[in-house]
């Protein structure tokens, strides 16, 4: 009976895969976010988060927000991930990237990419403090030149992210955003020491993904 009973249990889970409905590349420099293929993040002097500068100077991060009004509105979020694509050749290695991570931190989501201009940066940045990260994550590298994907663990804290869910799912909007930050620094790394990913205007396979399991 305990073994019917779990099985019943586990079948009541139920997983979504969801894409982001914007992102944003906050760097001045930075082609149209409605059409760039890529997203990409770095740090500055081992700082994750800096002010804005409209010269380039400081860390950048992409903003990214998904729509979860078709989530179930009362279920338990039991796992939670954040699928991202990377281009192929990349200028860190495994072991960069673990000391480096890719820090995943929340948002609001009062952005929208159509019509982002880099004046609205400061609007969408993140705080600075570690104890909002969701979770963070570091690729293997797997030096074949082709595309790879890895995932983040959003349950990892220090910040609940299923705590946030469900503040999210509950308000109007019904969304949830976050900022993908990293303390890898190309002044210090050299001109391949950045994150770069797929973005949502890449192609299919190669979109950014939530992936949540619920209960």
Same mark, same amino acid.
């Given at each position: 009976m305990g073994m019917i009973t779990a099985l019943a249990f586990l079948a009541i889970n139920q997983t979504m895969e969801i894409v982001p409905t &914007? &992102?944003?590349w906050v760097y001045p420099h930075a082609a149209d976010q409605t059409s760039d293929e890529f997203i990409r993040c770095? *740090?500055?002097? *081992?700082?994750a988060v800096t002010e804005p500068s409209i010269g380039g100077s400081g860390a950048s991060w992409t903003a990214?927000?998904?729509d979860i009004s078709k989530t179930p509105a009362d279920a338990e979020v039991v796992s939670a991930y954040l699928l991202l694509w990377v281009p192929g050749d990349v200028g860190y290695s495994t072991e960069d990237a673990k000391k480096l991570p890719i820090q995943i931190? =929340?948002?609001k989501p009062e952005f929208e990419e159509e019509g982002y201009a880099f004046s609205q940066a400061k609007s969408i940045m993140p705080s600075a403090d570690d104890k909002v990260i969701f979770g963070k994550g570091s690729p293997e590298v797997p030096g074949s030149?082709? =595309?790879f994907s890895f995932k983040t663990d959003l349950m990892k804290g220090p910040n609940s992210f299923a705590k946030a869910w469900k503040e999210a799912r509950a308000t109007t909007r019904k969304e949830i955003a976050f900022a993908l930050t990293s303390t890898m620094d190309p002044d210090q790394a050299g001109e *391949? *020491?950045?994150y770069k990913f797929y973005s949502r205007s890449a192609e299919e396979k190669f979109r950014p993904k939530l992936v949540i399991e619920f209960r």
């Open positions: &914007d &992102d944003i770095w *740090g500055s002097n *081992g700082i990214m927000k998904f931190r =929340p948002l030149g082709e =595309p *391949g *020491g950045i």
